[in-house]
């Protein structure tokens, strides 16, 4: 029997001032602090089982960057590397990086590396370098504090630059609620030692707010559910 399962989105888009201007600089600073990147290992084949599904944000997230020659842009989180690929291919004349914390992910990565295009090993919770474009298609999730890390990513946007996300919001949907009240039963209660992570994605309210606070220009803040047929509740599992 097949089941349906879904993936709520929240992307949001917004551009630095041509003047840009040291807005909320030490607040981003002192916050920043308190920002990381949660790690662990990925395995490229499992998470390609389900490409098609997790790519479907991303076309939509990209028909929000404004497309300009010769810019400098970075893609936080890109995983293996083939949607970077095509970011790359839509920027006329640009210099691509893409940065993810996975070994695995990157060593698949490197087929899909060309003049334009390349890949290093980084937290995107600690971005030093600025860009044209911040772009991040489901990846910040895995970052905490959102509060700060929004603020420190904006700041690290060129004048006139654009920072274009989508981050995941299924904290709340049925399977992710189930998996947290099974991991408070035994054994597994015991086995992960009682840790339960809060997921740190913000409501669509309070990230506008946030980017309004940076002192933003043309900003694009909404939420999309893509729901997806899978075949059993086994594979709602390979999903999650």
């Known amino acids: 029997m097949s ?11 917004a551009k630095q001032s041509p003047r840009k201007s040291e807005i909320a600089s030490g607040k981003n600073k002192s916050a920043l602090a308190m920002t990381k990147e949660t790690h662990m290992p990925w395995n490229p084949e499992q998470y390609h089982k389900f490409q098609s599904q997790r790519s479907a944000p991303f076309y939509d997230l990209l028909k929000l960057v404004e497309i300009r020659p010769n810019l400098k842009v970075v893609d936080l989180g890109c995983g293996t590397g083939e949607l970077t690929r095509e970011l790359a291919d839509s ?3 640009s210099n691509v990086t893409g940065l993810d914390s996975s070994p695995q992910m990157l060593e698949k990565a490197t087929v899909h590396q060309s003049a334009n295009l390349h890949f290093k090993r980084g937290d995107q919770a600690a971005l030093m370098e600025t ?3 911040i772009f991040s298609n489901a ?5 905490e504090n959102h509060e700060a890390l929004i ?3 904006f700041s690290k946007l060129n004048a ?3 920072i274009c996300v989508q981050v995941p919001s299924n904290h709340n949907h049925i399977s992710h609620l189930l998996i947290r009240e099974t991991a408070k039963e035994e ?6 030692n009682n840790f339960e992570r809060i997921a740190p994605v913000l409501s669509i309210d309070e990230y506008t707010r946030i980017l309004f606070e940076q002192g933003t220009e043309d900003i694009i803040v909404f939420e999309k559910v893509y729901p997806h047929v899978l075949e059993n509740s086994d ?3 390979e999903w999650i």
Do not use: K
């Not at 054994?187 to 992960?192: S, V």
């Open 139 to 143: 990846a910040l999730q895995w970052s």
């Open 151 to 153: 603020p420190h990513l």
């Open 235 to 237: 594979a709602i599992i």
């Open 131 to 133: 860009y044209d474009i």
């Open 91 to 93: 920027l006329p004349n």
């Open 3 to 13: 089941v349906i399962a879904s993936r709520r989105s929240c992307t949001l888009a």
């Open 187 to 192: 054994p597994f209660r015991t086995i992960l």
């Open 160 to 162: 006139g630059g654009q």
